[in-house]
């Protein structure tokens, strides 16, 4: 009866067996996986790794720690960083003081002075005018061109040019500065070149996994080794993933808020943009009905047409009028000209 009660106890105990709860580690973030990590360290080495057969894995976890630590701790801005940005400011100043030099020469009344500012234009105008809008490749591809066109055989009459003008001063200092920037430049370059690589991506994912496999690892001790407690160590670590849990669903709320904002947004705009271009559009005109356009069309047409047979009666008809109107005047006429005639008789016969 005891070893019955007993046997019922355990499997009661495995049924309800605590364990260490599963979180989406992959959504963690570097800094909150060095704490996570951190903090389990801590909680195996306070609860004695050698007492829950977990010294193994802690050894395991330590190395992972120190790599994670690296990860987070980046080598951030060379020390030759400030230097380079002061130099390139210095030659550009350096090329800008040569182009205004020129410039302000071609006010000077004197015809030899105007004929070694035209000359000295041509390079300063095509190399050393506005450098401030180029990166620093492009300036630097600038200012050797523009020193490898003055050290050629053909371009004795420019340096000349610069040194008639008094410029040949601002040019050696732009020269050594150039020099001082590339050799500041390339030693950057080497210094991060033999920086070792640290894929940070990689090592958070590969703490990640240790993490998830040393979970594993407690879950499966506590059903091997029975006559082992590991409820503390699971309680607190459960705490610690809690935590975590909260953290990443707030992340993801968060994002999907600002995704539907955003969304809206963008959905807000265009519609307001539609709005404007039809309020742009130009109102088209009133349709007219078939039937009026028809009769107005056939309207025109009439007046528009003109028979050339109809043309022809009405100069005959016009001609006609004319001829009736003649003929009319010259019966007036003849009618006027008897009653003179019967007129002038009667008269001579009441004389006689």
């Known amino acids: 009866m005891c070893i019955f009660v007993y046997n019922k106890l355990l499997i009661t105990k495995a049924f309800f067996m605590i364990k260490i709860k599963k979180i989406p580690l992959s959504k963690l973030l570097k800094s909150e996986t060095r704490r996570l990590l951190d903090k389990v360290v801590e909680i195996v080495e306070k609860n004695n790794p050698e007492k829950y057969r977990l010294q193994d894995f802690h050894k395991i976890l330590v190395e992972q720690q120190t790599k994670v630590k690296g990860v987070i701790k980046p080598y951030g801005k060379h020390k030759n960083t400030n230097d380079l940005a002061q130099l390139h400011q210095k030659r550009l100043g350096y090329a800008s003081l040569i182009v205004s030099q020129v410039e302000s020469l071609r006010r000077v009344n004197c015809p030899k002075t105007q004929r070694m500012v035209e000359i000295a234009k041509v390079p300063t105008k095509a190399y050393l005018t506005n450098l401030g809008r180029k990166n620093r490749h492009e300036v630097y591809l600038q200012l050797w061109a523009f020193f490898e066109i003055l050290q050629k055989d053909e371009s004795i009459q420019q340096r000349e040019a610069f040194a008639t003008l008094g410029l040949q001063k601002y040019l050696d200092d ?157 019966e007036n006429i003849q009618d006027k000209s008897d009653k003179n005639d019967a007129e002038s008789t009667g008269g001579r016969r009441k004389m006689e």
């Open 174 to 330: 732009l020269k050594d500065t150039c020099y001082q920037y590339d050799d500041l430049h390339w030693q950057r370059l080497i210094d991060i070149k033999e920086r070792p690589s640290i894929d940070g991506v990689q090592i958070r994912s590969e703490a990640q996994r240790i993490l998830q496999l040393f979970f594993e690892q407690v879950n499966i001790y506590q059903k091997t080794f029975k006559e082992i407690d590991y409820e503390p160590i699971i309680i607190e670590i459960n705490r610690e993933l809690t935590r975590h849990s909260k953290n990443i669903k707030t992340r993801v709320a968060t994002n999907k808020r600002r995704a539907r904002k955003k969304a809206a947004a963008a959905a807000k705009l265009k519609e307001e943009v539609s709005k404007a271009k039809d309020n742009l559009k130009i109102e088209p005109e009133p349709k007219v009905d078939d039937e009026q356009e028809t009769n107005a069309n056939t309207k025109f047409d009439k007046s528009a047409t003109v028979d050339p047979l109809n043309i022809d009666s009405s100069r005959n008809t016009t001609k006609s009028k004319k001829k009736d109107k003649k003929g009319e005047k010259g």
